[in-house]
């Protein structure tokens, strides 16, 4: 499988233009017809330091980044060490570096004899205001067997807003860079007939999803790495008759959009780990006056600030059992970047429909790599009505918000509608809306909110299922979020090699759908595969008792992301010691 699919890295200092290269080299890759995938990585310190782009591209769609990397490319050598862990090579990686920027890091002394090195800089001088990375971005297109109009024409569509100069400079630049390896006709010939293809990044997937779903507000603080859902939201909600605000913290954000909300307005807000933290009480206050909200948590590595610019998948915990008292509310998790559409959408129209609080968890990983797509399809959702049950004015009745319903969603008014007012705080109250202490009070609005969430029939898209069981025995790999996409991979080469596996990839992580778990891995030999120190949704799963006997658990820590190797030498290593 890895054969038909090309990878590389390209690093630098930041501001040296190694991610700017990496867009460049995904856009001319799907210009030839390619699938893709881009990550992105930088420093602690987010701008400035170190940065990195790492690709993969080929045929058929990309999933994850694959265990190593065919191709090297060094803008610089400026904390390279940085990257070690992040990058692996092999025997056979090529590496591209400019001798003007100094000697082979002792990392990777060992690779002297497979570099290639070229004068980025000096080619670039040549050019008036030519940039070296463009050069790079040559050099790795004719590496790699991309055609030379590709990159052009891609170079063109991402350079297109600066001015006809520049491109024209960069077209300079890429020609020298593709000159300084051997082609085979490639340059000459012509790209062949590209079927339509999306290029999106997870946290514009996500505001994408939010907007079809129906979102209309949003109010946030920005944070690494959910900002850019932001970025992307504001001037298309803006043009949708919406609007996007800036609140002074996440305190401020939460109670915004439970506000907008209160008063009719679908709302979000985006955020990572430190921001989910700070608005837990706020999510509480949605669940208890159930006000519909979305909380969208890229992810990153924690506890506290943690590491803003790597990924992690270990929030499940504070989303699952962060809120005090009995707060049912839904957990969902995107499980690559075209799926961050389906499941804001999914999610947005869930917590309008069940007026509660959902928290959608994406990270790092999804919401800053960018991918080369199908376009993603719109969710089926013939179970929920658009928009939510709202409340109709009887003359001579007391409208009662909280009313007890046989499936426990109770009709919904706006502020201002007359005879529809009622009082929404954070205490318990009576059917009506008026505060109360009282134990039936108390135990008939828990089991008001629990219930119209677990008696909710959700359909398929609780979880993405692939592969088929054969018989007993049978392995099923279990996983959300980011780790699918090497999950993926891992079971497809273990397809290959002739054992049936299958993958249970879990979009909605609560209310958990146990009964369709226990269905769905009935007889095969469970592993739960995640990024996360502990195995925070194996010990979830155990103690929902959804998970047969002898589960294993996979998971390590982040920021490193899982690679598919890895995955299958565990299960090789476990399967040894039986």
Same mark, same amino acid.
């Given at each position: ?15 040296? $233009?190694?991610?700017?290269?990496? #867009? ?13 995938? #881009? ?14 782009? #790492? ?10 980044? %694959?265990?190593?990397? @065919? ?44 570099? =290639?090195?070229?004068?980025? =800089? ?43 100069? /520049? ?17 085979? $006709? ?14 999106? @990044? ?38 949708? $008759? ?13 109670? #915004? ?15 990572? %780990? ?29 506890? @506290? ?5 790597? @990924? ?12 005090? %008292? ?33 928290? /959608? ?5 999804? %919401? ?89 029939? /959700? ?120």
């Amino acid at each position: 499988m890895s054969d038909c699919y090309q990878s590389c890295a390209i690093t630098g200092s930041g501001g040296s $233009g190694a991610v700017t290269a990496g #867009m460049l080299v995904l856009e001319a890759a799907a210009r030839a017809g390619n699938h893709g995938l #881009m990550t992105r990585s930088a420093g602690p310190q987010i701008r400035g330091g170190e940065s990195a782009a #790492m690709l993969r591209f080929g045929p058929a769609p990309v999933t994850c980044m %694959g265990d190593s990397f @065919s191709i090297l490319a060094a803008l610089d050598w400026g904390n390279f060490a940085r990257f070690a862990g992040e990058i692996p090579l092999t025997a056979e990686t090529l590496i591209l570096a400019d001798p003007g920027a100094g000697k082979l890091p002792p990392e990777l002394e060992a690779y002297r004899a497979q570099t =290639r090195w070229i004068n980025l =800089r000096e080619l670039a001088d040549a050019l008036p205001g030519g940039r070296f990375n463009m050069v790079a971005v040559g050099a790795i297109a004719a590496c790699a067997a991309l055609p030379l109009k590709a990159v052009l024409d891609a170079a063109a569509a991402i350079l297109n807003t600066k001015g006809p100069e /520049v491109t024209e400079t960069a077209h300079g630049c890429i020609r020298l860079g593709y000159q300084q390896l051997p082609t085979d $006709g490639r340059s000459r010939s012509a790209l062949p007939e590209v079927p339509r293809r999306w290029s999106l @990044s997870g946290n514009e997937a996500a505001g994408l999803g939010a907007l079809r779903g129906g979102v209309r507000f949003v109010a946030a603080y920005p944070i690494t790495p959910a900002t850019e859902v932001l970025e992307w939201l504001a001037p298309r909600l803006a043009r949708l $008759g919406g609007a996007l605000l800036q609140a002074e913290d996440e305190l401020a954000s939460i109670n #915004m959009i439970i506000g907008s909300s209160f008063g009719g307005v679908p709302s979000m807000t985006a955020t990572s %780990g430190p921001g989910l933290s700070l608005m837990m009480e706020g999510i509480g206050l949605a669940v208890a006056s159930e006000t519909p909200i979305v909380v969208v948590n890229v992810m990153r590595g924690g506890p @506290s600030t943690g590491i803003p610019t790597k @990924s992690e998948q270990a929030d499940l915990n504070i989303a699952l059992h962060g809120l005090h %008292g009995d707060a049912p509310h839904l957990v969902l998790a995107a499980l690559d970047i075209a799926d961050c559409v389906l499941t804001l959408h999914w999610a947005t129209r869930l917590a309008e429909h069940l007026q509660t609080a959902a928290i /959608v968890l994406s990270d790092q990983l999804l %919401g800053q790599s960018r991918s080369i797509v199908d376009p993603p399809e719109m969710p089926d959702l013939p179970n929920l009505p658009l928009g939510r049950r709202c409340a109709e004015a009887v003359p001579g009745s007391d409208y009662r918000r909280y009313q007890l319903t046989e499936d426990g969603i109770s009709p919904i008014s706006a502020p201002g509608l007359s005879g529809l007012s009622y009082t929404a705080d954070g205490l318990e109250h009576n059917e009506s809306g008026t505060p109360s202490s009282m134990a039936a009070d108390h135990g008939a609005q828990l089991a008001k909110r629990r219930d119209k969430l677990t008696h909710f029939d /959700v359909g398929s898209l609780w979880a993405e299922i692939t592969g088929e069981m054969t018989g007993a025995g049978d392995l099923c790999l279990l996983t959300w979020g980011s780790s699918h996409g090497a999950v993926l991979e891992a079971a497809a080469r273990l397809r290959a090699s002739g054992r049936p596996t299958r993958v249970i990839g879990v979009r909605l992580i609560a209310p958990l759908q146990r009964e369709a778990l226990r269905a769905a891995t009935a007889g095969a030999s469970v592993w739960v595969v995640e990024l996360n120190q502990d195995g925070q949704l194996f010990h979830y799963l155990r103690s929902e008792a959804a998970l047969p006997e002898g589960a294993r658990s996979f998971s390590r820590s982040g920021p490193l992301p899982l690679r598919p190797a890895e995955i299958l030498d565990a299960i090789a290593a476990e399967s040894a010691d039986d």
